[in-house]
Each structure stands twice: as C-alpha cells, then as structure tokens.
Nanobody, 123 residues
Framework: QVQLVESGGGLVQTGDSLRLSCATS????????MGWFRQAPGKEREFVAS????????HYADSVKGRFTISRDNDKNVVYLQMNTLKPEDTAVYYC????????????????WGQGTQVTVSS
C-alpha cells in the first residue's frame, strides 16, 4: 500500500517556474517507478515524465523536454517535478503515480495515484 500527496501547484505566468513535490508513505518508494501525469479539462490524462527506481532511466513527453526535470530522493520518499518556462498549454491537474510495471507511458500501468495539484499558467 502506497499513499501519494502532491503539492506545489499554483497560478503563474507564462515563462515562470514551479516545483511540484510528491510525498509518499507506506511501502518503500525506491521499489517503484515514479511518474507524473497531467489532465486538462475535457482532455485525456497524458504522460509527462517518469523516473526509474534508482534514477537511472528517465523519460519525458516531447512537449516538456528541455523544460521539465523529474528527480527523486528515495531517502526522503519524495519525487519532484521542476517545471521551467511554463506555457499556458501546461495548465492542468498534475498527478503523481507509482508503478511496478515497465510500461512507463501508460496510465494503466500505474498502481497508485495522488489526489493531484492544480497548475494554471496565464498568458
């Protein structure tokens, strides 16, 4: 059993930065691949980034490459998403998720989800 709680969202302007945090509890976080997904109103939940158990393998959606950075601190049981050069199209609810599957891009492969944190980027 794993519990995940996201924080750090807010209202920012185009070009600003935010850092999202995902605090975990329960099972040791280091046993899971961790991912970030986002969902805008009326849109499907989409993959943003993932990081493997020991941080050796990282993937990003093409839309965020070069702007977002995912990282994890297994000792603190926290996963981060540093978001730079934010754009209005980044506006969404961002969800942290934990997976024991190798299919990192598919939401169905993730076993546990946080409640989400809202990120709004104004023009």
């Amino acid at each position: 059993q794993v519990q995940l709680v996201e924080s750090g969202g807010g209202l920012v302007q185009t070009g600003d930065s935010l850092r999202l945090s995902c605090a975990t509890s329960g099972r040791t976080m280091s046993t899971y691949t961790m991912g970030w997904f986002r969902q805008a109103p009326g849109k499907e939940r989409e993959f943003v980034a993932s990081i493997s158990r020991l941080s050796g393998v990282i993937h990003y959606a093409d839309s965020v490459k070069g702007r977002f950075t995912i990282s994890r601190d297994n000792d603190k049981n926290v996963v981060y998403l540093q978001m730079n050069t934010l754009k209005p199209e980044d506006t969404a609810v961002y969800y942290c998720a934990a997976s024991q599957s190798s299919d990192f891009r598919s939401a169905s492969s993730y076993d546990y989800w946080g409640q989400g944190t809202q990120v709004t980027v104004s023009s």
